[in-house]
């Protein structure tokens, strides 16, 4: 049996929430689909020493500010998900969890949304799928010739996993320097870090305040035609969170250049040089999760769904929330999807009243 509703929302993390508070307030039928078994979304499979970039006021949905967490400046990911879970209470927002979205379709002048426990034809579709069940693990040499323990960001959690252990950490980005961090300041784990580059920190007084602002610039000044200011990427890579800044003024975060490849029993540079490990831990970054909007064809010369603002340009019933810039000035962030989640639901608001 198929089901009927104005609006479904595949996915029911931050972006999914934020989705169906504002299109509450449009007056819409909807539903949110979400593959997670629990409310939190991503948060909930973070590794346990993971702290937000800002504080909690500057962490929250539309319509309701994160409380603090007592004894912290920067809460920590079970927070998140304690924050999510009540605000998916608190406004009584229709998810479905443990409901996977395998495709969807067209048919008939509406989007027919098929989910492992039935279908939904609905007159729009917003996806909020992210990126975390994507991660993504480079093509290097010998990948297949290591012996020892791999595994991606998805699958850290903490040092104690790792006691006596030596450990190659890949990725000059946030996770790859606080997965470091975390691991080094431990003091029973042998830490290599390499990079694709030398490691570019932030200053110190940055947090997520000040990304988010920086973030929002950018986009403004694209909007209006102005020069590309270069937005959070003109400042560095890393910010410098409180873990990562003590393991790095302790001389603990020293990076090496990426290897060329891996062995099996470690890596081996260019020169000729050799580390020996027990793991190796891929911090390289997700893609988003887009499979289930394969069968509208979509994608670009570049596999890329082109957008403006958050709507599909190939699809005017489909609107993208929350995989980055591309759909929202940091729309993959708390504070961020506010704004693109409230322009999507206006859009779509005022298409169905057409």
Sequence with gaps: MTQQTDVVVVGGGQAGLAAGYHLRRQGLDFVILDAEASPGGSWQHMWDSLHLFSPAEHSSLPGRLMPAQAGETYPDAGHVVDYLTDYEKRYGLPIQHGTRVDAVRRDAGRLLVEADTGTWRAKAVISATGSWSRPFLPAVPGRGV???RQLHTVGYR????FADQ???VVGGGNSGAQIAADLALNGNVHVTWVTQRPPRFLPDD???RALFDVATARRRA???GRDDTGGVASLGDIVAVPPVRAARDAGLLQAK???ARLTADGAQWDDGSHTGADAVIWCTGFRPALAHLAPLNLRGP???IPTDGTLALGEPRLHLLGYGDWTGPASATLIGVGRPARDAARDIG???SC
């Design 206 to 208: 940055i947090d997520g």
């Design 257 to 259: 250049q990426m290897f």
């Design 146 to 148: 290591f012996t020892g």
């Design 158 to 161: 903490a040092p104690a996993d």
């Design 350 to 352: 005022q298409l169905l």
């Design 222 to 224: 694209l909007d209006a």
């Design 166 to 168: 030596r450990v190659i």
């Design 302 to 304: 570049r596999r890329h």
